[in-house]
C-alpha cells in the first residue's frame, strides 16, 4: 500500500517549527503565504482546507518544502513569491529592488492626504527613489487625477519600476537618472514630493538578514549619518515644488529631529514629524 499523501496541516506545521527555529518574526504567515503561493489559494483558503484536513499532492509538497527551505535562509518572503502588498497593490518585486514595507503605507498615506487637498484638477506629484515604484503608484490609483513623476537611479530596481507601472496602467513617467538633477522641466509645478530614500549611517548594520542580506545598498545607505540623500533631496525639492507645496520624507526612528533642522536650515516652513503605526517617528514633513 502506497503512504497517504501528507496533509496541509502537517506541512505547515513542520514549516512553522522551521520557521520559529530560523527565528523568522512571523512563521505562522509566511507558512500561510507560501503554502497559498504553491497552491494558488487566497490565505484564508489555505486556513479551510488545514482545518478540514485536506490532503497535499506530492509534487505540491515537494514545492512547498522548497520554498520553506529558501525562506529558512532568510530571503524574503516577497523574492520568494515575487510579490509584495503594498495599501491596494500587489507589487513585483525581486533581486536589486528594495522591498516596500508595511510602515511606508503610512508614508504614502500622508502624500495622498496632501496631493487630495490641492485645489488643482490635475495636480502633479513626485517620488524621489521609487524604487519598485510603491510610493508613486500609490498616488497614482489613490488620487487617478493626479499626474505622477517617479525617479530612479538604479538600473536594476527601474526594470521593477517599469513592470509595476505596467502591470497597474497608472499614470506614473519614470525617469531612470540622480533624483539631484531630474526632472528640471517642471520645476516649480509640483505640490507635494515624496521620498523613502537611503537614510541608514554607514556604521550601523541593519538588525534583520532579509535588509542586509538582499535589499540593494544603494537602497539602503546615506552616508556617514544617514542624512546624504536627504540634503541632495532637501535642496531638489525646493526646485520642484510650488510654493505651498507639501514635501515628504521616510526615515529611521532617530532622525526626526536632525532632519527638521536640516530642513529649517534650507528654508522650509512648518516641518513636522509624524509616527507609523508602531508609534515609532517615520516620517517628517515641510512646506515649501
Do not use: C
Not at 3 to 10: D, E, F, G, M, V
Not at 139 to 147: F, I, K, R, S
Not at 268 to 278: E, K, L, M, N, S
Amino acid at each position: 500500500m502506497s503512504s497517504p499523501h501528507p496533509t496541509i496541516a502537517s506541512a505547515l506545521g513542520s514549516a512553522r517549527s522551521v520557521f520559529s527555529e530560523a527565528e523568522i518574526p512571523s512563521p505562522e504567515v509566511d507558512a500561510l503565504l507560501l503554502m497559498g503561493h504553491v497552491l494558488g489559494l487566497s490565505r484564508g483558503e489555505v486556513l479551510v482546507k488545514e482545518l478540514t484536513g485536506a490532503s497535499l499532492a506530492p509534487r505540491d509538497a515537494e514545492a512547498f518544502g522548497d520554498l520553506v527551505a529558501r525562506r529558512a535562509t532568510r530571503e524574503p518572503l516577497q523574492h520568494i513569491t515575487g510579490l509584495a502588498p503594498f495599501r491596494s497593490l500587489e507589487l513585483h518585486v525581486g533581486p536589486g529592488v528594495f522591498v516596500p514595507r508595511p510602515e511606508t503605507e503610512g508614508v504614502a498615506q500622508i502624500a495622498i492626504d496632501a496631493l487630495r487637498a490641492v485645489a488643482d484638477p490635475s495636480p502633479v506629484a513626485v517620488d524621489l527613489g521609487t524604487g519598485s515604484g510603491a510610493l508613486a503608484l500609490a498616488m497614482a490609483t489613490e488620487v487617478p487625477n493626479a499626474h505622477v513623476h517617479a525617479v530612479e537611479l538604479s538600473p536594476e530596481a527601474a526594470v521593477w519600476t517599469q513592470r509595476n507601472i505596467a502591470a497597474t496602467g497608472a499614470r506614473v513617467d519614470l525617469v531612470v537618472g540622480d533624483m539631484g538633477t531630474s526632472l528640471q522641466d517642471i520645476d516649480g509645478t509640483v505640490s507635494v514630493v515624496v521620498s523613502n530614500p537611503p537614510y541608514i549611517p554607514l556604521g550601523m548594520v541593519p538588525r534583520d538578514p532579509e535588509v542586509r542580506l538582499f535589499d540593494p545598498a544603494l537602497a539602503l545607505y546615506g552616508g556617514d549619518d544617514g542624512l546624504d540623500v536627504i540634503r541632495s533631496l532637501s535642496k531638489r525639492a525646493l526646485g520642484l515644488l510650488m510654493p505651498g507645496g507639501t514635501l515628504v520624507i521616510e526615515h529611521g526612528e532617530q532622525q526626526g529631529p536632525a532632519i527638521r533642522a536640516l530642513l529649517s536650515d534650507e528654508g522650509w516652513r512648518a516641518a513636522a514629524t509624524h509616527p507609523d503605526f508602531t508609534g515609532r517617528d517615520r516620517a517628517t514633513t515641510a512646506l515649501r
